[in-house]
């Protein structure tokens, strides 16, 4: 009976290994490569200019900007940032975000990013220890972790899952997320 939960349990790992594999997902990579990076951020890069750098997250930088957020990201830190990708923008609900960029929406958008901003320099392992982490904005969000699909971070309005992690920049870390935080 052992060995066949035991067999089991390998057949499940093995399964969960090669699917993550396939899609090219990686929860903690060794690296710190970002999934939808060609190239390595150099650990000398700030956090916004690591994302910046892989071409991915254009639509976080031009929020960055429109809410005044580039100098402060740039700044000493450290700094955890919980970055949504492109991708990520295309799923909020129609004219969200082109309404969070009119400038009379500002401290709106600088809230709303701000909840992606974790104090400290926390890579994924201190991540999963946590249940809930106050952002730089003041907001808690809360934290999950299970075995089979990752590290989760949000509100009651919605979680996001950590698609890559441990990106490492002079000023802090960056970790990859699916879905963009709302108060």
Do not use: W, Y
């Not at 309005?157 to 950590?162: D, E, F, S």
Request: hydrophobic share 45%.
């Amino acid at each position: 009976m052992k060995t066949m939960l035991a067999n089991c349990v390998i057949g499940l790992l093995t399964v969960v290994g090669i699917s993550m594999a396939a899609s090219g997902v990686r929860a903690e990579p060794a690296s710190g490569q970002a999934e939808h990076s060609s190239k390595i951020p150099e650990k000398t890069l700030d956090v916004v200019e690591a994302v910046v750098e892989s071409g991915h997250f254009t639509t976080l930088a031009k929020a960055l900007k429109a809410a005044g957020l580039i100098e402060t990201l740039k700044g000493t830190g450290p700094f955890t940032l919980f970055a949504p990708t492109d991708e990520a923008f295309t799923h909020l609900p129609s004219g969200t975000l082109d309404d969070l960029l009119k400038p009379e929406n500002k401290e709106k958008l600088k809230a709303v990013l701000l909840m992606h901003v974790v104090p400290g320099d926390h890579l994924i392992a201190d991540v999963k220890k946590m249940k809930d982490a106050t952002t730089a904005g003041g907001t808690k969000v809360e934290v999950t972790h299970h075995l089979l699909t990752g590290v989760h971070i949000g509100t009651t309005k919605g979680m996001a899952h950590v698609k890559n992690s441990d990106i490492k920049a002079a000023n802090g870390v960056v970790h990859i997320i699916d879905k963009v935080l709302m108060p």
